[in-house]
C-alpha cells in the first residue's frame, strides 16, 4: 500500500521561502504535498522597496509573484494569516479559523513594528510591517500630500531601513511636488544614525540628511504619539501630519505561546541547520528567527543567504538524510540608496558611494528577481474568472 505523502508547510513568502519554491520547481522532490501560506499574493523585494517607493521601479518589477511560483512548484497557495501553532497535533490554525495539518514546517513571516510598547503607535503611526499596508498608506500620503493636506512627516527609527525610506519619500515627493512637498524629520531613540554601521557611513548619512533639510532628533525616543504628534523624552512634542514607524523588529506572538523555543523578545531559537532546538520538525528563518551563537540583524541579506541552506535541509529532512550546516558570515554587502539613483556601500571597514554604486545595485536586485521569472516554456493554470 502507498504510503501518504509527506505534508511541508512553508509559513511566509520571506526570500528563504521563495528560494525554496524556485529550487523545488526547478528539482521536484517526489512523495511531498508542499503548501505555502502568506496573506499576500505578491512578496515586495526589499532591496527595490525603497526605489519601488522613490518611483524607480514598477510594483512588477519589485514583487514576486507567490501565486505563480507556489504554481509553477506544485504547492497549494493559501492567502491567510497563520494564528496559531500545535506542535502535539502539528496543526497551524488561520485568521479565517481554517486548521491546516503539516509533517513538516518552514517559518520565514518575518516580523512586526515593535510599536506595543508606545502608547498611541498602533493608532496613529504609519508602521512600515507589513509591506502591503504600508504601500496602501503610502499612495494615500501622497494623494493627501498632493492636495496640500501634508506639510510634515516624521519618520520614527534611526536605521538604515528608516533613514533610506525616508531619503526615498522625500525623493518622490520632491518629484510629485517640488517646493511644495513636505518637510521631514527623523526621530531616533539612539545618539548616532545607523548604529550598526561604522563612522563613515553615519557621518555621510548625517551630513545628506542636514543638506536635504530634514530636521534630525537624536536621543530623542519616542514615548508616546498622539494625533499628529510624537511626544519624546523629556516631554517634547513635535508636530507633523503623517508618522512612520520604522524601528526594530519585534516578534509575532503566536511561535512563542505554542510552546517553540524561542528567545527573551519572541523570536524563534534556531541552530546551525536553521531547526528548531525543540522542535526538529520545525525550521524557521529571516527576521522571525534568531540564530543560537550568531546572532545578526533584521536584514533581508541574511534571510536570502539562508535560503539555499534551507532547501536542501528541507529536502535531507524530507529524506531522512544528515543536515548541512549554515551560519551567517562575518559581514555582509550592505547597499543603501539615498532617494535618487545614487547609492553608498558598505561592507565591513570598505566604504564607498556614487551613482555607479546605484547602478550595481539594480543590477545585484535584477539579477535576483530574475531567479522568480518562470521560464516561457512554463503554463499556469489561468486565475478564477473573479479574479482574473
Known sequence: MRTRAS????????????????????????????????????A???????????????????????????????????????VG????????????????????????????????QVPGAGEYAIAVRPVPAF?????????DAADGKVDGIAVVGGGAGGVELLLAMQHRLVADLGDAAPRFALITDQPQLLPDFPPTVRARFGTLLVARGVVLHQSSGAIAVEPGTVITTHQR?????????????????????????????????????????????????????????????????????QGPSLAANLRHALRRESFATCVPPRHVLSLIATGERHAVACRGPLVVEGEWVWRWKDRIDRAYMAKFTLPETVELAAPPPDEA
Do not use: N
Open 7 to 42: 505534508r511541508l508547510v512553508l509559513v511566509g513568502g520571506g526570500h528563504s521561502h521563495v528560494d525554496v519554491l524556485r529550487r523545488l520547481a526547478l528539482q521536484p522532490e517526489p512523495d511531498v504535498d508542499i503548501t505555502l501560506i502568506s496573506p499576500s499574493p505578491r
Open 44 to 82: 515586495a523585494y526589499s532591496g527595490m522597496l525603497a526605489g519601488f517607493v522613490a518611483g524607480h521601479y514598477s510594483a512588477a518589477e519589485s514583487h514576486i509573484d507567490l501565486a505563480a511560483l507556489a504554481q509553477w512548484a506544485g504547492a497549494r497557495f493559501i492567502v491567510d494569516s497563520v
Open 85 to 116: 501553532l500545535d506542535l502535539y497535533t502539528k496543526t497551524l490554525t488561520l485568521a479565517d479559523g481554517d486548521v491546516e495539518p503539516f509533517d513538516l514546517l518552514a517559518i520565514d513571516s518575518g516580523s512586526t513594528p515593535d510599536m506595543a
Open 135 to 143: 504601500l496602501a498608506a503610502w499612495e494615500a500620503l501622497r494623494t
Open 237 to 305: 512634542r513635535i508636530a507633523v501630519d503623517r508618522i512612520v514607524w520604522a524601528t526594530s523588529a519585534a516578534a509575532q506572538a503566536w511561535p512563542a505561546a505554542s510552546g517553540l523555543a524561542c528567545d527573551a523578545r519572541g523570536f524563534i531559537r534556531i541552530d546551525k541547520t536553521l531547526r528548531s532546538p525543540s522542535h526538529p520538525f520545525v525550521f524557521a528563518t529571516g527576521d522571525c528567527a534568531v540564530q543560537h551563537g550568531h546572532p545578526t540583524p533584521k536584514s533581508a541579506a541574511f534571510a536570502i543567504r
